[in-house]
Nanobody, 124 residues
């Protein structure tokens, strides 16, 4: 069992940066691939980025390449998402997710555990 708690969201101006954190509990964190997803009002939850169990491999949805960076610290059971050059369209609830498996996956159905989400609002 893995429990996930996101933090770091808030209100930021366009062009600014935010770092989201996700604290994970459970003994298998360093064996789980992890991901970030987001859901804007009236839209489907979409994939943002994923990282494998060791942190040595990452993947991003095209919309976020070059702006967002996913990372993890297995010693602290933490997952991060650094978001730069934010746009009003990045306004959404951001979720971290864990999957039972060590390899990267981009599909929602591949993830078994979800956090409650943290709101990021980007003002123009």
């Amino acid at each position: 069992q893995v429990q996930l708690v996101e933090s770091g969201g808030g209100l930021v101006q366009a062009g600014g940066s935010v770092r989201l954190s996700c604290a994970a509990s459970g003994r298998s964190f360093n064996r789980n691939a992890m991901g970030w997803f987001r859901q804007a009002p009236g839209k489907e939850r979409e994939f943002v980025a994923a990282i494998n169990f060791s942190g040595g491999s990452t993947t991003y949805a095209d919309s976020f390449k070059g702006r967002f960076t996913i990372s993890r610290d297995n010693a602290k059971n933490m997952l991060y998402l650094q978001m730069n050059s934010l746009k009003p369209d990045d306004t959404a609830v951001y979720y971290c997710a864990a999957r039972i498996g060590s390899l990267i996956a981009a599909g929602r159905s591949a993830y078994n555990y979800w956090g409650q989400g943290t709101q990021v609002t980007v003002s123009s």
